[in-house]
């Protein structure tokens, strides 16, 4: 469903409630979520729904001094406590609004993509790929949009179910940020690569990687964009410092298989929680920033059969 609504000030009830280490285990780490079996339903109803939300912790509780291991396993508590301080959808009326089947990351560089979502009854997709980078060979090269100029003539007219393309990039200059409704193109600057007219440039030479994710996310911006961090499954390091993004994956299917393969070690167990974890801490400073769940390569488009998640 895509639905957004920005009440224009969070519930004036506020609880006053014990530090987040006294309401867990005092084991080191401070991560807020459901249990497992909660947390991958939350993901798969995302993934096929692709509301955005704001679970958070209330602004009382942002003073609170935390300490946050990502890259090391989670640890699991019995019986953690979820607080909803802003739900985009406490005011819609199901009774009188329109639900929409929306996905928002996933990878559309050939027609059958397309076609496969909307067999798939889907309404809105997302229309984007890699982008933004030149020197990679993956990477779209220009802002494809509007949609019309790149289908095949009356393409269009032959869908069932998709109603709406949304203008959308994954910028991979450094640290992947989607750019939903941009119609702009950026890219990162890069010596002996020439760029399109009117293509808003960010990054540079001698940039940290943090740094160079800043620039991407202050392009995306200026463009109209809305950045959305994708999978921030590395340490907490990389994102405690950024600035001017307007939510984070927290379920993403493409870690999900990584995890189930089992071939690099990296993402054993899912690192989908040490997502949930970012966006925790993150929550700490701004209540507003919300939480997404993706399909990312693993929509109706991908044929393997065996594959659970979609």
Same mark, same amino acid.
């Given at each position: 469903m895509l639905y957004v609504d920005r009440p224009a000030?969070?519930?004036?009830?506020?609880e006053n409630f014990r530090s987040?280490?006294?309401m867990y285990? !005092? !084991?080191?780490y401070t991560v807020l979520r459901t249990s497992l079996k909660i947390g991958r339903a939350l993901g798969v109803m995302l993934s096929f729904a692709g509301p955005l939300l704001a679970f958070g912790c209330s602004k009382d509780s942002a003073s609170t001094s935390v300490a946050f291991t990502p890259d090391v396993p989670v640890a699991f508590v019995a019986n953690p406590i979820l607080r909803v301080y802003h739900n985009p959808y406490a005011l819609v009326d199901w009774a009188t609004s329109e639900r929409l089947l929306a996905q928002h990351h996933d990878h559309f560089d050939t027609l059958r993509s397309i076609v496969a979502y909307d067999n798939a009854g889907y309404d809105v997709i997302s229309y984007m790929n890699y982008s933004g980078l030149a020197s990679a060979s993956y990477s779209w090269r220009e802002r494809r949009w509007p949609v019309s100029s790149w289908l095949p003539a009356d393409f269009e007219k032959g869908?069932?179910?998709?109603?709406?393309f949304i203008p959308d990039g994954e910028e991979v200059g450094y640290q992947h940020v989607t750019s939903s409704f941009m119609t702009r193109y950026i890219a990162k600057n890069e010596a002996g690569y020439a760029q399109p007219p009117g293509t808003i440039m960010y990054g540079g030479a001698n940039l940290s990687n943090t740094e160079g994710t800043q620039t991407?996310? !202050?392009a995306i911006n200026i463009?109209?964009?809305f950045p959305i961090i994708s999978h921030p499954w590395?340490?907490?390091s990389e994102y405690?410092?950024?600035e001017g993004y307007k939510g984070v994956e927290i379920y993403n299917a493409y870690v999900a298989w990584k995890a189930e393969d089992g071939s690099d070690p990296y993402f054993v167990p899912d690192r989908n929680f040490v997502m949930q974890g970012i966006w925790d801490q993150l929550l700490m400073r701004v209540q507003t920033i919300i939480g997404i769940a993706v399909i990312d390569h693993f929509g109706p488009n991908n044929n393997d059969k065996n594959l659970s998640y979609r």
């Open positions: 000030s969070h519930p004036p009830e506020r987040v280490r006294e285990s !005092d !084991d080191g869908l069932r179910h998709l109603k709406l991407e996310i !202050d463009a109209g964009g590395t340490g907490w405690q410092k950024l």
